[in-house]
């Protein structure tokens, strides 16, 4: 089954600069990649997603970037606030029923 | 809010006992998945209904079960509770099944005591 790895852990930034979260997946048949944002015990909210025919996307002060080739994608936050602090999820979406399977989620912590 | 609603919010039981929990899709969604988050585990799909029938299986346990009914809305049964089935059961809906956004649900916190 697919397999989605997710780097780094945990991020601390300080606010104004720039947040960098990649994931690698392993699935080529994988097609579809959102990236969800989870504040404590929350649901997680969709930020921002790509499909797999185009290479970058982005939202204001947030882009994701994807390289089939290489089997990776990318979640770039740019100005960081303070309310950006949560929990980030990269998913990659996969089977017969197109279910996600998440990273194991990024802390990231911006420092006022 | 993402529209997708579940009950109850919190839930405290006891092993051995048998809970469920129901989902309402956005209006409109015939789609409807079953995630598990768990501290060690992180955030695993369950299950998958698509319009009444079941359409995929993941990490789902023989003890839990779900279904989807005429009106949509879906139950996941957990029955026979362990202390390790203490975790945060979302569900999320989708219009078809395939490349569309999944919208999650605000979750079911599940307590085994």
């Known amino acids: 089954g697919e397999n989605v790895e997710q780097h780094p852990s945990t991020l601390s930034v300080q606010e104004g600069d720039s947040a960098v979260i990649k994931c690698t997946y392993s699935d080529s048949a994988s097609n579809y990649f959102p990236w969800y944002k989870q504040e404590l015990g929350k649901r997680p909210q969709l930020i921002i997603d790509i499909r797999s025919n185009v290479g970058e996307k982005k939202d204001q002060r947030i882009a994701v970037t994807l390289n089939k080739t290489a089997k990776h994608f990318s979640l770039h936050i740019t100005e960081t606030q303070p309310e950006d602090s949560a929990v980030y999820f990269c998913?990659?979406?996969?089977?017969?029923?197109?279910?996600?399977?998440f990273g194991s989620g990024t802390q990231l912590t911006v420092l006022p | 809010d993402s529209g997708v609603t579940q009950t109850p919010k919190h839930l405290i039981t006891a092993t051995g006992q048998r809970v469920t929990l129901r989902c309402s899709p956005r209006s409109g969604d015939l789609s409807v998945y079953w995630y598990q988050q768990s501290l060690d585990q992180g955030l695993q799909f369950l299950i998958h209904y698509y319009n009444g029938e079941e359409r995929a299986k993941g990490n789902i346990l023989e003890r839990f079960s779900a279904q989807q009914f005429p009106d949509l809305h879906s139950e996941l049964n957990l029955s026979s509770l362990e202390l390790g089935d203490s975790a945060l059961y979302f569900c999320?809906?989708?219009?078809?099944?395939?490349?569309?956004?999944?919208?999650f649900g605000p979750g079911t916190r599940l307590l085994v005591l």
């Open positions: 998913a990659a979406s996969t089977g017969s029923a197109r279910q996600l399977t």
């Open positions: 999320a809906s989708s219009v078809f099944s395939g490349q569309e956004t999944q919208y």
